[in-house]
Antibody, heavy 125, light 112 residues
Framework: QVQLVQSGAEVKKPGSSVKVSCKASGGTFSNYPINWVRQAPGQGLEWMGGIIPIFDTGNYAQKFRDRVTITTDESATTVYMELSSLRSEDTAIYYC??????????????????WGQGTLVTVSS | DIVLTQTPLSLSVTPGQPASISCKSSQSLLHSDGKTYFYWYLQRPGQPPQLLIYEVSNRFSGVPNRFSGSGSGTDFTLKISRLEAEDVGVYYCMQSILLPPTFGQGTKLQIK
């Protein structure tokens, strides 16, 4: 099973951007979507988007489409999530998670079976 | 987006007793390929979520057999046969039949 290790906590000013990394090791990386899920303090889980490294194609939640960019460095087995125009409501733990599809015709039908440890992003003036 | 509604939102159970959580979907999660893309997760305090059940009723690797999932179409249930202290946390249901993947609100399970 793949291990996902994320970059460390960040403190950012409103209006700035943050870039969080997720490095995969010990398993298959390129063929499965790597996703970003966030959790505001005391709140539930919210999917932001994901990317299939081998195709370098991403899908984004409508809510984040104009502010989030997910990229991959396949040689480094690392996926990045950049969130711009930060506001206080973006204070949250950001998780990366691998989706392992069980549908031969659709990469996006499956569970998140491996998760990173989470990265706390605090947005404060 | 598909909406998943969990009940109850909180639950307090005596160790050794059973527990049950329901999740209802706003549309069927049965795919034309015959699979139902529905899952259960447990998030222990301070930890990322971990996969418990995939495709309604299959336990993920290492998950104790006191956890079981059932249901079909739009109605699903997670049951814990005999609660242990390590089962405390927030349980989430999730679907991935359609993008975006969506989660239920979460059910907080505590020890009585």
């Amino acid at each position: 099973q793949v291990q996902l290790v994320q970059s460390g906590a960040e403190v950012k000013k409103p209006g700035s951007s943050v870039k969080v990394s997720c490095k995969a090791s010990g398993g298959t990386f390129s063929n499965y979507p790597i996703n970003w899920v966030r959790q505001a303090p005391g709140q539930g889980l919210e999917w932001m988007g994901g990317i299939i490294p081998i195709f370098d194609t991403g899908n984004y939640a409508q809510k984040f489409r104009d502010r989030v960019t997910i990229t991959t460095d396949e040689s480094a087995t690392t996926v990045y999530m950049e969130l711009s125009s930060l506001r206080s409501e973006d204070t949250a733990i950001y998780y990366c998670a691998r989706l392992t599809s069980s549908n031969n015709n659709d990469f996006w039908n499956g569970p998140f079976d491996s998760w990173g440890q989470g990265t706390l992003v605090t947005v404060s003036s | 987006d598909i909406v998943l509604t969990q009940t109850p939102l909180s639950l307090s159970v005596t160790p050794g007793q059973p527990a049950s959580i329901s999740c209802k979907s706003s549309q069927s999660l049965l795919h034309s390929d015959g699979k139902t893309y529905f899952y259960w997760y447990l998030q222990r305090p301070g930890q990322p979520p971990q996969l418990l059940i995939y495709e309604v009723s299959n336990r993920f690797s290492g998950v104790p057999n006191r956890f079981s999932g059932s249901g079909s179409g739009t109605d699903f249930t997670l049951k814990i046969s005999r609660l242990e202290a390590e089962d405390v946390g927030v349980y989430y249901c999730m679907q991935s039949i359609l993008l975006p993947p969506t989660f239920g609100q979460g059910t907080k399970l505590q020890i009585k």
